[in-house]
């Protein structure tokens, strides 16, 4: 086979139909070469018919549905993701009917994404005699991430945009694979204060949460020469090396301008860190994506804990159900709770049974509406411009990227550089970093802080000294529920209120980060780098600046990343869950997503929904 961009290699067809075998051999079929649905790709004496991306017909082996979706050529990971999960899905583990179900399940995990399936897969293999059952809103399907090919940059505006499919936000995201600094995790323990974690001895620092990191996610790269060329440095010790986990790499391409912004930074006092894997992130870092590292296609939890570890007898799967609430018909001492279902395409309701827990992992915006009927929710808080422009260089982008192994600009996703400036640094900007900490400490003393909170959440007790504790560290916003919408989990029950900007001293960090960002380096001068923006008169006017920054930001849009609505703190602090993941007062029921960030981290945050997932203890 030809190498040409509408056809899968020789290489890959080998491991490719291996995986087909494997999916089919429940079948009694196998795959053979030729020519299918005008495409040079496989045939299979079962007649495996292809689908092309205009074409969105299912095709049938043996009776079984199978779900394909086939772009212009055949694109190794995808066709294995969109065949590895059609099979399963056809299988008996995958179901689109509560009457395809068991009586009961042992575990019940709601939501099918970053970190239900990542706990689903541990709890299923570590407990084989015991069923797990994982509801999920949506489909299985490969939908066009933010960076995925074709696509050229950032598709959504909506105001939470999140992915609601099999593998969640993780099967759609930037796959800017960072992680927090240990200092983040470490204010995790600060905030709950001394006697949160004692009793349990479940510790949440970065001592503590670190091997679940390493655990999470494999890294391998393959191309020496990017290595070389760019300078590449990892440390290998920060990952597991597991084939089938969540693939973590640095690509075989960086736009030309990368050595230049990294000279420049360096010539800003900032130094190179080896990998900011491993909690120590106070500079320049490469990041990896969260990606294979020989065809660049996603990685993600849909991949890695549903389609490389089915067929388990023990792990199942609801399709296209919306787990509306959890019931506690005797109370909440009295649990497991049932769970409520409601099947998308009929709309009917069913209520499903777990005997020994029910754990919530429907993301950081809906796991609040689902808590809101089983306990008292009432506050739940939170806090290539070439490739568009140039139609031929986007042409040859795509068909490199369907090279074996992967290359070009598509391989890049969000890019894998970034630089990590702790508070201090920026104050060589000028921005005097002592008085806005004890601007913030000022705020607490003088009882001031409550007025950033909502005005009906001045005088609730637990919100405002969760907030209290929180505050030496950041700002933080709320989402409410909408008691008065019918409670079916649609984006109305939400009141999101961002918040961003309601204290004076987001502003200011906002406009020394600028002031940092604009600074003059021999190597921009060199090159005679024009400003765009915001001009030299208004970046020396400390107001003109400040206003600069206020109608430059979207407070109201968040930035995809939604975390802390069922805090991991104590009670009397506004929290929801214990160490243990337990929800407060509530028998047999846990949180496991993003929700339960206590405080929001200075990265993005798939790398830690896969390890939160991880750290479910019994
Ligand atoms: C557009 C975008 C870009 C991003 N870019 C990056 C990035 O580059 N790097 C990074 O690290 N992070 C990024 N993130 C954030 C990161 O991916 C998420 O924070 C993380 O994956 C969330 O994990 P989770 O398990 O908490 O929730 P999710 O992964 O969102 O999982 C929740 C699951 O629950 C399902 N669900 C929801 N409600 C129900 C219900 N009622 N019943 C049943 N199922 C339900 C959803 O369909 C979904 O599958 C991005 C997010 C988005 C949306």
Known sequence: MSKAANVITDTYFSVFKQAFDKQLEPFGK????????????????????????????????????????????????????????????????????????????????????????????????????????VVEFGEIVHIEGQFDPPSTGRKTDSRAPSGQLLGGCSAVNGQFFDRGSK???????????????????????????????????????????????????????????????VQATLPPFQWADI????????????????????????GICWVTASQHPVTAARSHSGIAHYANV?????????????????????????????????????????????????ILAAGALNTPIILKQAVSAKHLSSAAQNI??????????????????????????????????????????????????????????????????????RNEKTIVSGYKHQLLTLAKGTVRLNVSSPGLGAEMDLIMDYRAGTNPVDWDLHRAHLRYLISDTPTYKALGGVEWGPGKTIAKDDELLRQFVINGLSPHISFAHPCCTAAMLPEDRGGFVGVDLKVHGARSLRVVDLSVMPLILGSHTSSTAYAVGRRLRR
């Open 388 to 457: 568009r422009r140039n139609a031929t260089f986007k042409e040859e982008s795509i068909a490199q990227f369907y090279e074996t192994p992967a290359k070009g600009p598509y391989t890049l996703a969000f890019g894998n550089n970034a630089v990590y400036v702790s508070l201090p640094k920026l104050a060589s900007a000028g921005l005097a970093w002592k008085d806005i900490v004890s601007r913030i400490k000022k705020s607490v003393l003088d009882n001031s802080f409550v007025e950033y909170l909502p005005v009906d959440l």
């Open 310 to 358: 089915q067929p388990r007898a023990n792990y199942h799967l609801l399709l296209k159900h919306q787990a509306v609430k959890v019931i506690y018909p005797r109370g909440v001492k009295h649990g497991p709770p049932i769970v409520q279902v409601r099947n998308r395409v009929d709309n009917t309701f069913a209520n499903l049974t777990a005997k020994a827990e029910v």
């Open 259 to 282: 050595g230049v912004k990294i000279k420049a930074f360096k010539e800003m006092g900032l130094k190179a860190v080896k990998d900011c894997a491993n909690g120590e992130k106070n």
């Open 30 to 133: 196998s795959v053979m070469d030729t020519t299918v649905d005008g495409y040079n790709l496989v045939e299979s004496k079962a007649k495996v018919v292809f689908r092309r991306k205009t074409d969105r017909k299912e095709n049938t082996i043996a009776g079984k549905v199978f779900h394909f979706r086939m772009s212009k050529g055949c694109h190794f990971n995808d066709c294995f993701l969109s065949f590895g999960l059609g099979a399963s899905a056809t299988g008996d583990n995958a179901k689109r009917h509560v009457s395809e179900l068991n009586n009961n399940y042992d575990f019940i995990i709601v939501g099918g994404g970053t970190s239900g399936l990542t706990v689903a897969n541990r709890v299923s293999a570590a407990f084989p005699s015991k069923s797990v059952l």
């Open 183 to 245: 200092h983040d995790y470490d204010t995790w323990t600060e905030v709950a204060g001394p006697d949160f974690a004692k009793k349990s001895g479940i510790k949440w620092d970065w001592k503590g949460i670190y091997p679940s990191f390493k655990k999470s996610a494999t890294f391998t790269t393959l191309d020496r020469a990017a290595t070389k060329q760019y300078g590449y440095t990892w440390h290998h010790s920060a990952y597991s090396n597991d084939p089938k986990s």
